[in-house]
């Protein structure tokens, strides 16, 4: 299915150490985000611009490339993920695409959250659209590849209970 899709980048292939991996992904993140400044709809998209001591970039490209390690509590490198920054932006700005599936789900701790989800190329994005009386603007949580039936079911569980 992605393959049909002509706003689709290919997944990249890594290689290399991961400092040097980390560097390119950069440099794909600055070139969409930064430079480009995509809209998912009619929102401006925002990322986490904290840069936390001891890390050389910010927090929403983080998420964007690694995840949490359930053990440490630390963010790990996450290749599946990784290979896919390129997917973000173009299914940020193609969410009108009858590819992507997008709804709003109220999560237990009471955001609302929006989920963008390309299901056949397993990647799914969560925004959260910010009350602005200017601009609106959607904030980007993390973007991740979806990596096995459990995490499929739960989004298609949290698609069937979605707000309306």
């Known amino acids: 299915m992605t393959a049909e899709l002509d706003w689709l980048p290919p997944i990249l292939t890594l290689s290399g150490t991961w400092e040097e991996i980390v560097t390119g992904l950069y440099a794909i993140f600055e070139k969409d985000f930064k430079q480009a400044k995509p809209k998912f709809q009619h929102y401006i998209v925002w990322w986490d611009q904290r840069v936390l001591p001891g890390i050389c970039y910010e927090e929403g490209f983080w998420h964007l490339i690694s995840r949490d390690d359930k053990s440490t509590g630390e963010r790990i490198p996450d290749f599946r993920r990784s290979e896919r920054l390129p997917w973000c932006a173009p299914i940020i700005t193609n969410s009108r695409d009858s590819a992507v599936k997008v709804w709003d789900y109220l999560e237990s701790k009471g955001q609302l959250r929006t989920y963008v989800w390309l299901e056949d190329g397993d990647y799914c ?36 209970k979605r707000e309306t």
């Open 125 to 160: 994005i969560i925004l959260e659209k910010l009350k602005r009386s200017v601009q609106p603007a959607a904030m980007l949580i993390t973007a991740f590849h979806v990596d096995g039936p459990s995490r499929k079911r739960n989004l298609r569980n949290k698609l069937a």
